[in-house]
């Protein structure tokens, strides 16, 4: 399920999500202003809402670093009078390059079809195990997790940026359950024929 | 905890046993409900789902009186609705039952606020009681400041809305719903969801008939009909998804 030619994804199971663009995400956040890390954090909790809780704290920190080393932003150390200095981060050109071909770049994470369509059919033919009830189990979980964005969209409130994409997680498991009961209703069908 | 392991549990606001509904004769005998049985305790909210003709809009008529079953019981909070004479199903229908339906049904020529209060005054409250409480009633649905418009004057949301206030005014011990969302658009879809998950916060039972997945997501269960029987049954727990982050394209 990796999508094409996007990011990097690091593998680090107990210390929450990670953005697998976080590095195209900061480079396009730096665009508009150089800004501390803290700020790109909070612009980004803004923008992902509930969802911004499950977030890996450092991840930020660490993706700045490397995007320092690659030549894409550089940093300058700011004095504070109460506290420590603190890093403002600046996108070089190099980086804005970056940003203008992710911005440009039309490759979408795709849905996974084929693959429990196949599982359906291999159950069917191996006699492994009733496809109705493989479909029914699916379709329990995904409900669960539907029932979670939605209440998670309604919590949110009017025009709320994180909504939006609350929105789109929402429709997308509409759009899967909808798939679901197209399976169930072929494989109600074909059942008692094979 | 589901309610049916409670020791104490509650008498179910419905509960339907053997519930069978048949139209027409001999070779064209349709059976739009086959068997049902079905409980609702207090302060659940319940989605029924199907496809179009399984039976969910007959099952929710017969729950709240507005058709007789051809077979089977039907109890509302402890009494025997099934057998009730036309005047004590209109009387069941006007006191304990609020009907939201797809299509609104708000009457043109009445205000927002002359349509919250008429129920109550078909039960007989003064008009200076009804009138209080269809201002609280629509001060609830956040449209106070409509009370004087017409329907015409209202979006399909508002009107929705109107309706809703107007199925709480005789406080029902249920409010059924019929597609309360099949004529709105996604912000609308929204708001109303919004009112009736604060409802159902509030302790309302309530049972909704849709198609729309997102709909049926915000209830405590969800039972899907198929052919007038009910062949799957699902709770929606609360807070039981920590994967939220997963379906946004954030990765562990």
């Known amino acids: 399920m990796v999508p094409d030619g996007v990011g990097v994804a690091v593998k680090e199971p107990s210390q929450g999500y990670q953005l697998r663009v976080v590095q195209e995400v900061l480079l396009a956040l730096l665009a508009a202003e150089a800004s501390h890390g803290y700020q790109l954090r909070a612009r980004l909790e803004l923008a992902l809402g509930p969802l911004a809780e499950a977030l890996n704290e450092g991840q930020v920190y660490v993706t700045l670093t490397r995007l320092e080393k690659a030549g894409l932003v550089t940093s300058r150390r700011v004095g504070q009078a ?12 190099l980086g804005r390059a970056r940003v203008q071909a992710w911005l440009d770049d039309t490759s979408w994470p795709k849905p996974a079809p084929a693959e429990f369509h196949l599982k359906l059919v291999a159950a069917a033919a191996a006699d492994l195990g009733d496809p109705v009830r493989l479909v029914d189990m699916q379709r329990h979980a995904l409900l669960g997790e539907l029932a979670a964005a939605q209440r998670a969209a309604l919590a949110e409130p009017d025009h709320s940026i994180a909504g939006v994409l609350l929105e789109g997680v929402v429709l997308r498991l509409q759009a899967d359950l909808r798939w679901l009961e197209a399976c169930a209703r072929y ?6 024929r094979r | 905890m589901n309610a049916n392991e409670s020791p104490l549990r509650a008498e179910p606001v419905l509960r339907t046993r053997g519930l069978a509904m048949d139209y027409g004769q001999g070779a064209g005998r349709v059976h739009a409900l086959d068997g049902i049985e079905l409980e609702v305790t207090p302060g659940e909210a319940l989605a029924v789902m199907g496809p179009s003709g399984c039976g969910k809009s007959t099952l929710l008529h017969v729950l709240g009186g507005l058709e007789r079953p051809s077979a089977g019981e039907v109890w509302v909070a402890g009494r025997r609705i099934d057998g009730l004479s036309e005047k004590a199903l209109a009387r069941l229908r006007r006191r304990a039952v609020g009907f939201v339906f797809q299509a609104f049904h708000l009457m043109d020529e009445l205000t927002a606020v002359e349509n919250v209060e008429l129920p109550a005054l078909l039960a007989g409250r003064s008009s200076g009681a009804a009138r209080r409480r269809a201002a609280e009633l629509l001060e609830r649905v956040g449209l106070a400041e409509r009370a004087s418009h017409l329907p015409s004057a ?16 005789n406080e029902p011990l249920v409010v059924l719903a019929d597609e309360p969302t099949g004529n709105l658009d996604s912000v609308a879809t929204l708001d109303v969801l919004r009112l009736l998950d604060s409802l159902r ?6 049972l909704i008939v849709t198609h729309d997945e997102r709909v049926a997501a915000t209830a405590d269960r969800l039972i899907t009909m198929r052919d007038g029987a009910l062949v799957d049954e699902t709770r929606l727990t609360r807070g039981t998804s920590g994967s939220l982050g997963d379906l946004v394209g954030l990765e562990r």
């Open chain 1, 82 to 93: 109460d506290r420590p200095n603190r890093k403002v981060y600046e996108l070089t050109a």
């Open chain 1, 187 to 192: 494989w109600n069908t074909t059942k008692g």
């Open chain 2, 154 to 169: 209202l979006s399909g949301g508002q009107r929705q809305r109107v309706a809703i206030a107007r199925a709480l005014s």
């Open chain 2, 201 to 206: 916060s509030a302790g309302q039972t309530l």
